[in-house]
Every structure is written in C-alpha cells, then in structure tokens.
C-alpha cells in the first residue's frame, strides 16, 4: 500500500499488459504501404503520437491504437500513444488495459521518465528488460474518480500549453510576411503597405525598392562606428555595469536578453568612453556568429560592448536605429553577411566592412510605423512565451503534487465538480 491515505502502489505488470516489441527481418520494411507501420523505437516520437517512416509486411508484436508506446532503449522511458496500430520493434513496449485510468497512468510513466533513465544506466547498452518494467512500482488514488479527474487536471494544462505554442508558431509565421513585406516594400502616406500594382518601384542594390527609398552605406548614416576594447576580463565583477556579448544578442528579435550576464567595473578613461552604450544603439557581432543584431533600448542605463561586437551610433535624423535593425535582421541585411563569410570573414569583420553594409533610407515617419509594427509583433510573442513558461512551471508543480498524493483531489458528491 501507499503511504497516502487512500492511495495504492502495484506493480506496472499487475495493473497493465505489457509487449515487449520484436524487431522482424530488415527485408519485410519498405517505405511502400504493405502491412502494417512499424516502429523501431522512439526516434519517431513526436508530442504525443508517432511519424513512422517505414511498414512491415511480416506481423510480430502489435501496439493497438490507444496503447502507450514505451520506449525500453536509449533514451528509456519516453513514451508516445498509438494512433493505429503498429508493430513494434525491440526498442519498444506496448501498455495496455490497464486497470486504472490510462491517462492518469500515461501521465504517472512521463513523471517517472528520470527515474527510469537512472534504473537503465550503468550498463553497457541503456535499457530497461521486461521484467524490470514489469516489477515497476505505480502509486495511484484506489478512487477511480480521482484517477480520471488528476489525468484531466493535467490535460487541461496540456491542451493550454500545445495552444500558447500554436499561438507562438502563427506570431512567427506573421513576423516573418511582415519583415519580408515592410522590409522590402514599405508603407505610403496612407498607411498602406506599397505594391507594383499601385506604386512605382525601382531597381537598387538591395533589389527592388519604392522609389521614395535611398540605399546607402552604414558609415555615411552613422556619426559612430567601432568596437569593444579586448582584454576586460580584469574588470569582470559580481556587480557594476552590464558588459553585452555576443549571448546578449539573439536572432529571434532585435532586443537584448539578459538570461547569461557579466558585469564590468570599467576604467574611467577615454577607452572605457568609447565603448559605453547609448540609446538607440545599434550592436552588430562581428566575430564567429556574423550579423546578431541589437539595439540598446530606452532608459537602458550604463553599459559596455565587447571585442566581439561593433557599435554603431546611428544620425538619427536620417536613420531610425530600430527600422535598421530590422533591416539588417532580416532578409536583404543577412544576405549581405552572408556573402561576407563566403568571401572569407567567417574570423570577423572589421569596422571598414561594417560601414559599408548597405541600408535603406526613407522618412523618419515611415522607419519609425514600420519598426513599431515589428516590435508590437516581438512584444507579442514575448508575452506568449512568458505565458508558456509560467504554464510549464504550473504543469511541473500539479504533475509533483498531484501524481504522488502532496495535493489530492476532492470530488463533490453533488457532481457538480472538483476542487485540489
């Protein structure tokens, strides 16, 4: 018994039918559709239900559609559900007919995964052998009602999670319509995004652009370009003033992240000066990774770049720091890096390269709407992904508590619900 009031704790085998896969003949697969799919082992998991790439024609162990997929090598214990059925080879187990609730149970084998891993290793192959499974111990509530409403529970956080992703996938996909439309055709002075239909365009060395639209170097809209000072290790502290690095920067958006910080206490000399950060600060890698790209946000404060980063101080009259940073994010800008490191550059860039980027110029006002749409895209998908996280963090929290009894779950006698 549990030591949960009310719970139980069996053996996998006892509650559940487990078959252990047997892999047939190489000659019986095909990528053609005779017999039936076949699984090796968990390399064709996905979320929650398999991608066989292969049939079998010759019938050994079947996994019936609904069963839990279980994975018995390396990595042990992941585990996919039938979709149909499948045969399996000797990388998998199928569960089945169990006698407690099989999403509950389905929830309990993921909770277990580390545990698992642990029990298979130590030998030569990782694995898990099927009396070891069988003899796996499964704690549970004896109600029934309990199972079903903690597998439900757990669902519902489930579905919240695959539907912020969802929401997460779209918001990229627009992002990506949005960079390569703003980018290329720009908006008029109506707010509408231009066409060849209805606006005149002209051939440039980033290609065809509205003729409203310069091209132009990077050095000539600047009143600034250099790099970091080498060699600040020795002002490296567990506190002062933000020194940004290449990890500071991202691909994913054109603001800086802070999940990896070093802080410098500088030297107060012209080289410090020279390499302090100001609003509106445009950060380029130039070394390993070519063409990450940053802006220094408002209200940043103090803060130094690297050796490995060029910095960039844009004339703001002429170029919003924002609109270029999305340029050169996006397609027509990483086309450009791209060609520098065919030429040789993966080593770096200098400063006379960087300043001969080519960007576009056009009205403040235009720059300034376009980068505002791109941005409220970005903020966007930065709040779905705080989203998620904080619904991973409640996931993992009701999977802790609620799969080993700290929480239980009440069902009212009246039916009319539950409550944890």
């Not at 704690?139 to 919240?160: N, W």
Request: proline share 4%; hydrophobic share 35%.
């Amino acid at each position: 018994m549990s030591a949960v009031e009310g719970w139980k704790t069996e053996s996998l085998g006892r509650i559940a039918n487990i078959t252990m896969g047997q892999s047939p003949d190489s000659k019986y697969y095909s990528e053609e559709k005779n017999g039936l799919p076949f699984l090796q082992g968990c390399a064709e998991f996905t979320s929650r239900f398999p991608k066989h790439a292969l049939y079998c024609s010759q019938t050994k162990k079947i996994a019936n559609s609904g069963e839990i997929l279980f994975s018995v090598r390396a990595p042990v214990g992941k585990i996919n559900i039938a979709d149909c059925d499948y045969i399996i080879g000797r990388g998998l187990a199928a569960i089945s007919r169990a006698e407690i609730d099989h999403v509950y149970l389905e929830y309990y084998l993921k909770y277990e995964e580390p545990r698992f891993r642990n029990a298979s290793q130590g030998s030569t192959f990782e694995a898990i052998n099927s009396s070891e499974l069988s003899k796996w111990l499964i704690e549970y509530p004896i109600s029934r009602a309990e199972q079903t409403k903690i597998a439900e529970i757990l669902s519902t956080v489930d579905r919240a999670i695959e539907q912020t992703e969802a929401l997460i996938a779209k918001q990229q996909r627009i992002k990506t319509g949005l960079m390569q439309d703003l980018l290329t055709r720009g908006i008029d002075e109506h707010g509408n995004l231009r066409s060849e239909l209805t606006h005149k365009f002209k051939d440039s060395p980033l290609g065809r652009i509205p003729v409203e639209w310069e091209v132009d170097e990077l050095g000539k809209v600047a009143a600034f370009v250099t790099s970091g000072s080498r060699n600040w290790a020795q002002y490296y502290s567990t506190e002062g003033t933000l020194f940004i690095r290449i990890g500071n920067l991202t691909r994913d958006h054109i603001n800086l992240r802070f999940e990896d910080i070093v802080y410098v206490v500088p030297p107060r000399t012209a080289e410090g000066n020279r390499t302090s950060v100001s609003t509106g600060d445009l950060l380029i890698s130039i070394t390993a990774d070519l063409g990450i790209i940053g802006v220094i946000p408002e209200n940043f404060g103090e803060g130094y770049v690297n050796q490995h980063i060029a910095l960039v101080r844009l004339t703001k009259e002429r170029s919003n720091p924002r609109f270029i940073g999305w340029f050169l994010s996006g397609h027509s800008g990483q086309t450009q890096f791209a060609k520098l490191n065919e030429s040789g550059a993966k080593a770096g860039l200098n400063l006379p390269t960087i300043k001969k980027l080519l960007v576009p110029v056009t009205n403040p006002i235009e720059q300034a709407t376009i980068a505002e749409i791109l941005d409220a895209n970005t903020n966007r998908v930065t709040a779905l992904y705080a989203k998620l996280k904080k619904l991973h963090a409640i996931k993992s929290a009701l999977t802790r508590d609620l799969l080993t009894g700290k929480k239980r779950v009440i069902i009212w006698k009246s039916n009319i619900g539950t409550k944890i």
